[in-house]
């Protein structure tokens, strides 16, 4: 392994011991992928464990009607909790994964890493604590979900983008915003534009810049 690598590795995974980071180099495979592209789509057999290098993965769930539902953002030094309980019967997935910018990703096979389980500790640290952070986004995005208003569902799901983009100007459409609330295109627009006239947001045409949120 190059020191090069070696250190951006363990930048990323800095909780692993050295051991564990040169097996990320001999077994894992690098995989890059432009914006907008489906890096893991409901219904496909997972055979490697994700772990992000650069840029954001976005993931969420679609109904048999199209529609689709936001869960969450992996950032760099996270990892697809889904594919970490996966073993090699290779179970498919439940929920479709985009690259939300361009991706670097480290494909580790299941069998490596059911292995690590057994053979690393700070790997399974590793497993439960994503696991933990998945479950706290996910409850997150649960209460929003159960006790918000349509209103406050929206402002979070604006501050959540620009926190995860690091930009005040989203290139998001009405209808991406509204599948991935679970709403209409027509409901979506009326609410962006009382939070345009409120000064919070402006309008743009190719997205929507925060100002106030």
Known sequence: MSTTTFQVY?????GLESGLIAELEQKGRLVTAPAESILLQA????????????GVIKLYRQD????????????????CALSMICDRSFKTSTITAK????VKLLAIPIDETENW???????YHFVVE???KRYEELLQTIDHIAFKNLDERLEFYL?????????NVLT?????IAQDLNSSREVVSRLLKKLSEQGKVRLLKTGIEIIRL
């Open 10 to 14: 363990h930048s990323l995974f800095s």
């Open 117 to 123: 389980m057994r053979q690393y500790r700070t790997w």
């Open 64 to 79: 048999e009607d199209g529609s689709e539902f936001f869960i969450y953002y992996l950032h760099p030094g996270d990892a």
């Open 43 to 54: 219904g496909q057999n997972i055979r490697n464990t994700m772990l992000v290098l650069e």
């Open 130 to 132: 994503t696991y933990r």
């Open 172 to 176: 998001l459409n009405n209808t991406e």
């Open 99 to 102: 690259a939300a910018t361009d």
């Open 159 to 167: 501050r959540r983008h620009r926190d995860t983009l690091k930009t």
